[in-house]
């Protein structure tokens, strides 16, 4: 039996992020790293949570429990844990007194689990302090919901199988009348035949949120194309003016991309700005007036929007202040998927590949080879094409009908979200 343990540090409000014990054994903490996105985990997981980390030989907090173990009394009394696995975040190892994080490595089994920014810590700055402290660790596990982030040089150090936490956040965004059942039979059953007549109201729906440069590309590109106007989507920006003053429109990461893009001498944006700007922030239909929007949803989507782009975050591997190149899947791609629709992934190269490998159904579009702005020309193209494509070569819905009802399923199945969280634990051997 594998027993997982969580260290209790100095608590930094909205700047700590959670382990697997916060998330899924504690009562929801809103003032963790966007709490909010996990507040539900608790209620609607930690028995299933329990039963299959049992299953897999993990036992979660069985010693200390959801408080945990001060890093001062574990540093203190280390001989007497040598079975034990220690959790802690990748921000709050960072923050570790050097001596601390040194003793801890070299003393203790550890995870460093980061799930909410798909290992962006480790990328940067927390496997560089670890090299930097020059020791060899006892046993280091690292956990990520990072899929391009397999191996590291560290001695004794094991990159485990991707974790995917953004599924589980989508699920439990679900209404609690579509937890039933019945209701969900109604809905899917609602949604595959609206879906299978191929008649659509939005050519393709596209939720930018922050404008990174990416994202704002592809769809001046398509404004350019005269595709966007057929388009359902949505763009986080800034008014100076102070008009639509709502939170996330306002913080100093969307004025940033937003300054980038006013900046471009691509003549796509420059037009799409010309076009659009005015009329930013926009938002979704039906929605509340903001871009937090992570959490909402609209079943009309479904049947209103023939493809959905989603817009992910991602680092390339040539990027300079990343060891390893980052993609990892959020809520932007699994909330199509949640929906019904087939999502066109901008993002890293083999994010079609991961969805397959743990449980959905995505057709092979030709690029998942390919990241950045090589990945965002195929997407427009295709984008493109179809849209002016006649009848007879466009691609009907009514050919995606069973891997429609089949991802739709997943997000109705405990056992296959909270097996996205614990099933690469399984390599951990001390």
């Known amino acids: 039996m594998t027993i997982i343990e969580k260290i209790t540090v100095d608590f930094i409000p909205e700047a700590s992020n959670p382990g697997l014990i916060d998330m899924f054994l504690a009562p929801g903490n809103d003032r963790y790293n966007m709490g909010w996105l996990y507040k539900n985990f608790h209620s609607l997981y930690a028995d299933e949570f329990l039963i299959q980390a049992e299953r897999k030989g993990i036992a979660f907090g069985k ?21 034990m696995v220690f959790e802690i975040s990748d921000r709050d190892f960072i923050r570790l007194p050097k001596h601390y994080a040194k003793k801890l490595l070299t003393a203790c089994n550890v995870l460093i689990t980061e799930y909410i920014e798909g290992g962006s810590f480790f990328g940067t700055n927390c ?8 020791v060899t660790p006892l046993n280091l596990f690292l956990h990520t919901s990072n899929y391009n982030f397999k191996e590291i040089d560290i001695p004794n150090c094991t990159v485990l199988p991707t974790a995917n936490l953004f599924a589980l956040i989508i699920a439990q965004s679900v209404p609690e009348i579509y937890r039933d059942k019945e ?14 007549k191929n008649e659509f109201k939005y050519h393709a729906f596209l939720s930018v949120r922050k404008p990174r440069e990416s994202r704002i590309k592809l769809i001046a590109d398509l404004h350019v194309q005269k595709v966007l ?44 700005l010309r076009k659009y700007e005015k009329a930013l922030p926009k938002s979704l239909p039906d929605l509340p007036p903001s871009f937090e929007d992570t959490c909402t949803n609209n079943w ?30 959020t809520e932007k791609t ?9 999502p066109l992934i901008l993002g890293s190269a083999g ?6 490998r743990i449980g959905f159904r995505i057709p092979d579009f030709g690029w998942d080879e390919l990241s950045g702005g090589k990945r965002r020309e195929a997407v427009t193209k295709f984008i493109t094409d179809q849209h002016r494509a006649n009848s007879r070569h466009e691609i009907s819905q009514k050919d995606y009908i069973e891997d429609t009802q089949h991802n739709m399923s997943l997000f109705q199945n405990k056992t296959f979200l909270v ?3 614990l099933t690469g634990l399984k390599e951990i051997n001390v």
């Open 63 to 83: 010693v200390f429990g959801i408080q945990g173990i001060p890093i001062t009394q574990l540093l203190s009394a280390s001989d007497e844990y040598q079975h």
């Open 127 to 134: 496997l560089q302090i670890i090299k930097n402290l020059g």
């Open 183 to 196: 209701h969900t039979k109604i809905l899917h059953h609602m949604i595959t035949t609206e879906r299978s």
């Open 229 to 272: 106007t057929d388009c359902l989507w949505s763009m986080a920006w800034s008014r100076e003016d102070g008009y639509l003053k709502y939170e996330f429109n306002n913080t100093p990461n969307i004025k940033t991309h937003q300054d980038h893009a006013k900046r471009t001498t691509d003549k796509s944006i420059k037009s799409f």
């Open 300 to 329: 009309m989507w479904a049947t209103e929007c023939r493809w959905g782009v989603s817009l992910e975050t991602f680092t390339l591997k040539e990027h300079p202040e990343y060891i390893n190149p980052m993609g990892f899947l």
């Open 334 to 342: 699994f909330r199509l998927l949640l929906n019904g629709i087939t």
């Open 351 to 356: 994010a079609d590949q991961e969805l397959r």
């Open 419 to 421: 097996n996205l969280m």
